[in-house]
C-alpha cells in the first residue's frame, strides 16, 4: 500500500479524497508528544495530520483500540512524496492470443479480456471486451492514466512496461 503524510484536512477535503477513489485517516500525537503514534478514523485531541492511502486501512476494534500503529504500518507500506503517485494504477495483463480481427488479446489476473484496438503497432491501445469474450467487440477504452504491466506469466511478473 502507497500513502502520503499531509496535514491535517477538513471533513470537506476528505471527501473530495474519497470522491477521487483514496482514503484519508487522521494521525495522532502520542502523549508525551514527540512522535506519530496512530492511524485512526477520525481525531480530536492531538491530531497532527492526516495520511491519505491508495488503499483502505482496515482498522478493527481490539478491546476498544480503534486504531492503526503507526509505526508498524510505515516499516510495511511506502511512502510517497505527491498524491498523483497514490492514483497511478497498473494493470498487469498477459498475451492470450490474436481474435480474427488480428487484434492482439490480453488478459489480467481477474480474468478480464482486453483487445489492443491498435492491431499490435505502435503504442498499445486497450478496451475491454463485449460479454469479456475472446472474439468480442471492442468495448470500454481503459483510461490513459492507467499504466500498463505486460508479462509472459502472472507468477513471475517479468514486465515490459508501456
Given at each position: ?161 508501456r
Open positions: 500500500m502507497k500513502f502520503l503524510i499531509t496535514d491535517s484536512k477538513s471533513e470537506r477535503e476528505k471527501r473530495e479524497i474519497r470522491s477521487r477513489g483514496l482514503y484519508c485517516y487522521d494521525l495522532r500525537l502520542s502523549d508525551d508528544g514527540d512522535k506519530i503514534a496512530t492511524i485512526e478514523t477520525s481525531v480530536t485531541v492531538n491530531n497532527v495530520g492526516s495520511i491519505i492511502t491508495n488503499e483502505q486501512i482496515i482498522i478493527v476494534d481490539k478491546i476498544n483500540q480503534n486504531y492503526v500503529d503507526y509505526e508498524s504500518f510505515i516499516v510495511n507500506n511506502e511512502q510517497v512524496d505527491k498524491i498523483e503517485e497514490l492514483l497511478e494504477k497498473v494493470l498487469t495483463i498477459k498475451q492470450i492470443g490474436v481474435d480474427n480481427w488480428d487484434r492482439p488479446i490480453y488478459k489480467d489476473e481477474k480474468g478480464t479480456v482486453y483487445k489492443d484496438v491498435n492491431l499490435g503497432t505502435g503504442e498499445i491501445s486497450l478496451c475491454t471486451s463485449v460479454n469479456n469474450d475472446f472474439y468480442g467487440e471492442p468495448y470500454v477504452p481503459i483510461r490513459p492514466e492507467v499504466k500498463l504491466n505486460i508479462v509472459d506469466d502472472f507468477k513471475k511478473s517479468k514486465s515490459k512496461e
